[in-house]
């Protein structure tokens, strides 16, 4: 049994749900050529959800008592530097009617000291610890593009740890290119990024990273 709050829970829970991608269709793999700090443009391979979430999902997710990222500490957080909070602003300010609450914003991510520490002593209580508290005390709904960490075992009973509908496809390119990315992504409905996409926003990114050092010389 699962122990939720004061709660036992005797069935099996996705910590992604109701935002699951299982439940919406096989993802979107989505290749495209990004030209960023690198001599030549490299192929990337965005992954994005069977199809857009819909107004009432957004909506939704707003009303949620919490939301985890289980990649991004809370470090990252702080400096902004995690999707979960850019979805969470960007939705704050669009949708209509607004919101009436913002669900709290959690880092479930698990640190590379207890994963090497556990991975030694096959002793992964710490780590089971901080999911433990994350989906089952408070609650909170996973927003990642992949489910279960790599290379960890299964750290909660009867827990899936599912790939969200509210995943960040762009996780693969630089935090700057990354958040561009995502924000265009946002703006557009949440649909798939063309290559034309991509290009602009590459090109306004260096843009505006031209007219800093002009700024600054």
Not at 98 to 121: C, E, F, H, N, V
Not at 202 to 208: C, F, Q, R, S, Y
Request: glycine share 6%; with cysteine.
């Amino acid at each position: 049994m699962t122990k939720v709050g004061t709660k036992m829970c005797k069935k099996p829970f996705n910590n992604a749900a109701p935002f699951a991608t299982t439940s919406f269709g096989p993802r979107k793999l989505i290749k495209c050529r990004v030209h960023y700090h690198t001599r030549h443009p490299r192929e990337v391979t965005f992954t994005y959800p069977n199809k857009p979430p819909t107004a009432q999902q957004l909506h939704a997710l707003m009303a949620l008592r919490a939301v985890a990222c289980g990649s991004c500490s809370w470090e990252c957080m702080a400096n902004n530097e995690c999707h979960v909070g850019w979805l969470l602003a960007f939705l704050e300010r669009v949708l209509d009617p607004k919101p009436r609450s913002r669900p709290a914003q959690l880092s479930s991510a698990i640190s590379t000291d207890i994963i090497k520490r556990a991975a030694k002593t096959g002793d992964w209580s710490d780590a089971a610890r901080v999911h433990q508290w994350a989906y089952v005390e408070r609650g909170a709904t996973l927003l990642m593009r992949k489910g279960h960490p790599r290379g960890l075992p299964k750290l909660i009973p009867h827990m899936t740890s599912g790939a969200s509908i509210f995943g960040n496809p762009f996780t693969s390119v630089p935090i700057n290119l990354n958040w561009a990315l995502f924000h265009r992504y946002m703006e557009g409905a949440f649909k798939p990024l063309t290559q034309t996409d991509v290009d602009l926003v590459v090109a306004e990114l260096k843009a505006e990273e031209m007219a800093a050092v002009i700024r600054d010389e």
